[in-house]
T-cell receptor
Framework: SQKIEQNSEALNIQEGKTATLTCNYT??????LQWYRQDPGRGPVFLLL?????KEKRKERLKVTFDTTLKQSLFHITASQPADSATYLC???????????????FGQGTTLQVKP | DTGVSQDPRHKITKRGQNVTFRCDPI?????LYWYRQTLGQGPEFLTY????????KSRLLSDRFSAERPKGSFSTLEIQRTEQGDSAMYLC??????????????FGPGTRLTVL
């Protein structure tokens, strides 16, 4: 069966450290993978997108890696801050020929808590 | 604020009643998506539109659910004869159709439905 798995347990880290979140998937051939942030009671907010032929993408303190052989993406937040505390969701879009449906398949999310 | 609005933000209804939610996407976006999210889970795809055409419906979308996007702008999601299992956050997202990896989705704040 097709699955996307993120660490269900909350991740607690100290301010200033690097947070690393994991997203594993099985039986998918994604065109690309996205990471979203979600705060309680609000909709997800797009952070980063990485394509199947890319290994790494960076944006400010964020870094995403994508290993299609391991079927895994890692999401890193360096120099973490209490304001980074939220739930982080990974999502796959399944390729459809040369285009994409845009239909996203989400993991269940990992809650990050950064302590001052 | 992503530019996607949803109304109402909260809805409490009794089992068996009909409810309708509205989504106003970003005006230049031709794709509109509906997702459902329950506590501790990631959003689950329900359906999506490209302009006014409904291109795909999830098996999660029973006959009691119907969605429309009559003029390719705003969309409505109606649930008839609500059941307690329909209680969830209903999220709308909009995006732009394009080549692979271009469809970043912008989510609204969601409508929280509680069925008593």
């Amino acid at each position: 069966s097709q699955k996307i798995e993120q660490n269900s347990e909350a991740l607690n880290i100290q301010e200033g450290k690097t947070a690393t979140l994991t997203c594993n998937y099985t039986n998918y051939s994604p065109a690309y993978l996205q990471w979203y942030r979600q705060d309680p009671g609000r909709g997800p907010v797009f952070l980063l997108l990485i394509r199947e032929n890319e290994k790494e993408k960076r944006k400010e303190r964020l870094k995403v890696t994508f290993d299609t052989t391991l079927k895994q993406s890692l999401f890193h937040i360096t120099a973490s801050q209490p304001a980074d505390s939220a739930t982080y969701l990974c999502a796959l879009d399944i390729a459809l020929g040369s285009s994409n449906t845009g239909k996203l398949i989400f993991g269940q999310g990992t809650t990050l808590q950064v302590k001052p | 604020d992503t530019g996607v609005s949803q109304d109402p933000r909260h809805k409490i209804t009794k089992r068996g009643q009909n409810v309708t939610f509205r989504c106003d996407p970003i005006s230049e976006h031709n794709r509109l998506y509906w997702y459902r999210q329950t506590l501790g889970q990631g959003p689950e795809f329900l359906t999506y539109f490209q302009n006014e055409a409904q291109l795909e419906k999830s098996r999660l979308l029973s006959d009691r659910f119907s969605a429309e996007r009559p003029k390719g702008s705003f969309s409505t999601l109606e649930i008839q004869r609500t059941e307690q299992g329909d209680s969830a956050m209903y999220l709308c997202a909009s995006g732009r159709a394009g080549g692979r990896g271009t469809d970043t989705q912008y989510f609204g704040p969601g409508t929280r439905l509680t069925v008593l």
